[in-house]
Nanobody, 124 residues
Framework: QVQLVESGGGLVQAGGSLRLSCTAS????????MAWYRQDPRRQREMVARIDSGGITNYQDSVKGRFTISRDNARNTVYLQMNSLTPEDTALYYCNADVAYYSGAVRYPIKGFWGQGTQVTVAS
């Protein structure tokens, strides 16, 4: 149906930067909101940043001014530029997208899809 594939995670020193990418592919009619979430063993999965199809964004307070979410609608891709990283940003980062999709001649309403996650580790 629809697949989300993330890339760009890795190990970085505190104060460094990483850029995550996530591309949606498959039987897509339209991609609506796209977002990045993160989870580590100490916390529940939390939204980091979200962008709607018109480009309106919102961020978790702890990343405001450091992270920037953007998207390329033609490529069904969302990005997360992460600057001034701290060890508290260490987590598995997941991409989420609300997608209207189809299967054969059947069109389905919007459904949320998840990627498998990409690990971000920030060393102090």
């Amino acid at each position: 149906q629809v697949q989300l594939v993330e890339s760009g995670g890795g190990l970085v020193q505190a104060g460094g930067s990483l850029r995550l990418s996530c591309t949606a592919s498959g039987n897509i009619n339209r991609v609506f909101g796209m977002a990045w979430y993160r989870q580590d063993p100490r916390r529940q999965r939390e939204m980091v940043a979200r962008i709607d199809s018109g480009g309106i964004t919102n961020y978790q307070d702890s990343v405001k001014g450091r992270f920037t979410i953007s998207r390329d609608n033609a490529r069904n891709t969302v990005y997360l530029q992460m600057n001034s990283l701290t060890p508290e940003d260490t987590a598995l980062y997941y991409c989420n997208a609300d997608v209207a999709y189809y299967s054969g001649a059947v069109r389905y309403p919007i459904k949320g899809f998840w990627g498998q996650g990409t690990q971000v580790t920030v060393a102090s």
